[in-house]
């Protein structure tokens, strides 16, 4: 068996699942994502524009091939407590278990590939894009990628390997052909951000509220559903289904720690343990935006109960 094969069927045996693409792949790769980033929506927005990748590994490191990696995460919730009543609300999956992942992945590949003289690298690249080329994931009617057995619900990791890629597979980046018979997201969507010609990041309510800057006018206070981000369409997915029951409550917060996030505390001067478990889900890196989203999905629950 090809190495690369036999990296792939082993992480598939730890309940991952991965591809190996050949380096010379990234030329092709970086024109699409330039191309896609010049659009003016994508140059205007400050979460957009952040994102920066390596299109070529370290000079240094003889890089034959990308190996990129699916682990499969858990949805999850918050708990916070406001004047005596309890509330759940969805966060992105992003919990440091991720990094319990990364180290038996590494592990995994180091053990199969280092007796034949091979090495591996981390690599900033753009990985939903290459896993769509792939044939790793499908693309979703909602831009979102899906696995089958994980649905949307998967964190991605590259890295750059001297193995030898073996037969790789490239496929245009187009929709799901389950997306073609089924609408139950862009009928769900609130903000229609997908229409008949497609995906418009522009109005998607997951990326307005990632962004510090107010919403538009045009965005009902109603429609806000999680901490950060949008999880509507992923949650009316039929590839999503089976996944959602899974779903249980992260980590709580006192009617304390949830009025100092609510007041804006600085995160320094936040409590330790706060300031934990916020780290714990990645999300001191959203905290600018956190109590002004937190805001919105408490005032949206208390008009609800009044």
């Known amino acids: 068996m090809p190495i690369a094969a036999g990296v792939i069927a082993e992480l598939e045996k730890l309940g991952y699942r991965a591809c190996v693409i050949p380096l010379e792949r990234l030329t092709a790769l970086e024109n699409e994502y330039r191309a896609i980033t010049s659009r003016e929506v994508w140059r205007n927005s400050p979460h957009l524009s952040r994102h920066h990748f390596d299109f070529a590994p370290?000079?240094?490191?003889?890089?034959?091939?990308?190996?990129?990696?699916?682990?499969?995460?858990?949805?999850?919730?918050?708990?916070?407590?406001?004047?005596?009543?309890?509330y759940a609300f969805e966060v992105p999956p992003l919990s440091a278990d991720h990094d319990v992942d990364l180290e038996r992945i590494v592990a995994a590949v180091t053990s199969l590939i280092t007796p034949h003289g091979y090495g591996l690298i981390d690599a900033n690249v753009p990985t939903k894009l290459l896993a769509s080329h792939a044939g790793l994931l499908e693309n979703g009617y909602n831009n979102m990628g899906f696995i089958e057995g994980m649905g949307s619900f998967f964190r991605l990791s590259a890295f750059f390997s001297d193995m030898p890629p073996?037969?790789?597979?490239?496929?245009?980046?187009?929709?799901?052909?389950?997306?073609?018979?089924?609408?139950?997201?862009?009928?769900?969507?609130?903000?229609?951000?997908?229409?008949?010609?497609?995906?418009?990041?522009?109005?998607?309510?997951?990326?307005?509220?990632?962004?510090?800057?107010?919403?538009?006018?045009?965005?009902?206070?109603?429609?806000?559903?999680?901490?950060?981000?949008?999880?509507?369409?992923?949650?009316?997915?039929?590839?999503?289904?089976?996944?959602?029951?899974?779903?249980?409550?992260?980590?709580?917060?006192?009617?304390?720690?949830?009025?100092?996030?609510?007041?804006?505390?600085?995160?320094?001067?936040?409590?330790?343990?706060?300031?934990?478990?916020?780290?714990?889900?990645?999300?001191?890196?959203?905290?600018?935006?956190?109590?002004?989203?937190?805001?919105?999905l408490l005032d949206r629950e208390q008009a609800d109960l009044s």
């Open 58 to 86: 370290p000079p240094d490191f003889p890089a034959r091939s990308v190996l990129i990696v699916a682990a499969p995460v858990t949805p999850v919730k918050l708990g916070f407590t406001r004047h005596g009543r309890h």
């Open 166 to 296: 073996g037969t790789a597979v490239w496929t245009e980046h187009r929709v799901s052909r389950s997306c073609e018979v089924c609408r139950a997201c862009s009928e769900s969507c609130p903000t229609g951000c997908l229409g008949p010609d497609g995906y418009d990041v522009g109005r998607c309510l997951s990326l307005l509220s990632k962004e510090a800057s107010d919403f538009p006018e045009w965005v009902h206070s109603r429609w806000h559903n999680s901490l950060i981000g949008c999880r509507i369409c992923q949650q009316v997915c039929p590839m999503n289904r089976e996944l959602l029951d899974t779903a249980g409550t992260g980590a709580e917060f006192s009617e304390t720690e949830t009025g100092a996030i609510l007041a804006g505390t600085p995160f320094e001067d936040l409590d330790p343990a706060t300031r934990d478990k916020l780290r714990y889900f990645h999300l001191n890196t959203y905290y600018n935006i956190l109590p002004r989203n937190l805001r919105l």
